[in-house]
């Protein structure tokens, strides 16, 4: 009897497939009230695009994980779910900086944001250690070479180029809100 009863509650399930790949970021991430999607857009656009942006390790893992975060929840995100270019350009930014760093090819997104957070975290606070254990070898079968290479990140083309087109359409989206409640005015008369 109590099978009868849970098979209708679950048969609208059955065909919905598997759930795609997502992650969210720490809290820590939020300062100042900014919302976490926005803040990772505005962060990392700034890190990749600007000369010396990547130059101290702390703010490169950090980048790095909100490229990871944004490469999986851009495509499921409403604002920007009609932006199908950003979306391919952040998968690509996602496959370029795995191959960078070395990441496991089946790595849970989540596992990639915790490590390298865990990492950030770590080198502000001048502990090479805890920057190694961080890392789960699972996701970083190399954990000291990817330390390595997040010290001395050459330049990432694809991720640099991802993160501007999402600055852009962040500020889009800014946009477009700032005139759905002015009701498309812009303030002057004719």
Same mark, same amino acid.
């Given at each position: 009897?109590?099978?009868?009863?849970?098979?209708?509650?679950?048969?609208?399930?059955?065909?919905?497939?598997?759930?795609?790949?997502?992650?969210?970021?720490?809290?820590?991430?939020?300062?100042?009230?900014?919302?976490?999607?926005?803040?990772?857009?505005?962060?990392?656009?700034?890190?990749?695009?600007?000369?010396?942006?990547?130059? /101290?390790? +702390?703010? $490169?893992? &950090? !980048? #790095?994980?909100?490229?990871? %975060?944004?490469?999986?929840?851009?495509?499921?995100?409403?604002?920007?779910?009609?932006?199908?270019?950003?979306?391919?350009?952040?998968?690509?930014?996602?496959?370029?900086?795995?191959?960078?760093?070395?990441?496991?090819?089946?790595?849970?997104?989540?596992?990639?944001?915790?490590?390298?957070?865990?990492?950030?975290?770590?080198?502000?606070?001048? /502990?090479? +250690?805890? $920057?190694? &254990? !961080? #890392?789960?070898?699972?996701? %970083?079968?190399?954990?000291?070479?990817?330390?390595?290479?997040?010290?001395?990140?050459?330049?990432?083309?694809?991720?640099?180029?991802?993160?501007?087109?999402?600055?852009?359409?962040?500020?889009?989206?800014?946009?477009?809100?700032?005139?759905?409640?002015?009701?498309?005015?812009?303030?002057?008369?004719?």
């Amino acid at each position: 009897m109590r099978w009868t009863i849970a098979i209708p509650v679950l048969l609208p399930l059955i065909g919905c497939g598997p759930l795609p790949p997502s992650a969210s970021l720490p809290r820590d991430l939020v300062q100042g009230g900014t919302e976490p999607t926005r803040g990772a857009i505005i962060s990392s656009a700034f890190a990749f695009n600007n000369p010396g942006g990547l130059s /101290d390790p +702390a703010v $490169a893992a &950090r !980048a #790095l994980a909100n490229v990871e %975060f944004l490469a999986v929840s851009l495509p499921y995100d409403v604002r920007y779910s009609f932006a199908p270019i950003m979306q391919i350009q952040m998968a690509a930014a996602r496959d370029e900086l795995h191959a960078a760093l070395g990441i496991a090819p089946d790595a849970s997104p989540q596992a990639v944001v915790d490590g390298l957070y865990g990492v950030s975290r770590a080198l502000e606070n001048l /502990d090479a +250690a805890a $920057a190694e &254990r !961080a #890392l789960s070898p699972a996701v %970083f079968p190399d954990r000291l070479g990817t330390l390595r290479r997040i010290a001395a990140l050459g330049p990432l083309p694809r991720t640099a180029e991802a993160t501007a087109t999402a600055e852009r359409e962040q500020l889009r989206v800014q946009q477009e809100n700032v005139t759905s409640y002015s009701g498309g005015d812009s303030g002057g008369r004719p």
